[in-house]
T-cell receptor, first 117, second 114 residues
Framework: GAVVSQHPSRVICKSGTSVKIECRSL??????MFWYRQFPKQSLMLMAT?????????EQGVEKDKFLINHASLTLSTLTVTSAHPEDSSFYIC?????????????FGPGTRLTVL | AQSVTQLDSHVSVSEGTPVLLRCNYS??????LFWYVQHPNKGLQLLLK??????LVKGINGFEAEFKKSETSFHLTKPSAHMSDAAEYFC????????????FGSGTRLSIRP
């Protein structure tokens, strides 16, 4: 089956620093990737839709200058948390859709645990 | 508008007994519905999906779900729980519009008693 990886799996950083999280589709090309955020014991919240070669579409209430998304190739999307603060600590999960498949074929990465001290 | 409601935040069953995780949806037309499982600090794994084919959907690890339009339900069941089934389960609906998106339920934590 299709595999999506994320790197790093966990990261600890100091307040005020920026952190980059990578999401890769390993065995397929993905024109569309999604970024989710999950707080402890809560559901996933869609943050943004990442489209290869164009600007990301952010959900209401998500600061696009805070969470920078770049989808420079068909197999890689990155999420950069800029000037991270403790309230940004969370579990970030990406997903990817193969080719021109619809949302029925969404594959999820294993997630990245971000802890901001 | 489409949404999904998971009626139980926590379900606890004994090993070897049946599992029932409830999910209701609201949709103006035939939805696509999914169940995902998430083990601690792990990503999401697709258990099964309904996309307007057979109403009884069989998934992995012995799970199945039945789409009941009259009840707007998509409950997840398993005849006999195993310790390894302990995890968080999410019912998910796809919202189709000019900007289609996936909507997650609030999740149900399944605990298995020895």
């Amino acid at each position: 089956g299709a595999v999506v990886s994320q790197h790093p799996s966990r990261v600890i950083c100091k307040s005020g620093t920026s952190v980059k999280i990578e999401c890769r589709s390993l065995d397929f090309q993905a024109t569309t990737m999604f970024w989710y955020r999950q707080f402890p014991k809560q559901s996933l919240m869609l943050m943004a839709t990442s489209n290869e070669g164009s600007k990301a579409t952010y959900e209401q209430g998500v600061e696009k200058d805070k969470f920078l998304i770049n989808h420079a190739s068909l197999t890689l999307s990155t999420l950069t948390v800029t000037s991270a603060h403790p309230e940004d600590s969370s579990f970030y999960i990406c997903s990817a859709i193969p080719g021109t498949s619809g949302l029925n074929e969404q594959f999820f990465g294993p997630g990245t645990r971000l802890t901001v001290l | 508008a489409q949404s999904v409601t998971q009626l139980d935040s926590h379900v606890s069953v004994s090993e070897g007994t049946p599992v029932l995780l409830r999910c209701n949806y609201s949709s103006s037309y035939s939805p696509s519905l999914f169940w995902y499982v998430q083990h601690p600090n792990k990503g999401l794994q697709l258990l099964l999906k309904y996309t307007s084919a057979a109403t009884l959907v069989k998934g992995i690890n012995g799970f199945e779900a039945e789409f009941k339009k009259s009840e707007t339900s998509f409950h997840l069941t398993k005849p006999s729980a195993h310790m390894s089934d302990a995890a968080e389960y999410f019912c998910v609906v796809i919202k189709y519009s000019s900007a289609s998106k996936i909507i997650f339920g609030s999740g149900t934590r399944l605990s298995i008693r020895p």
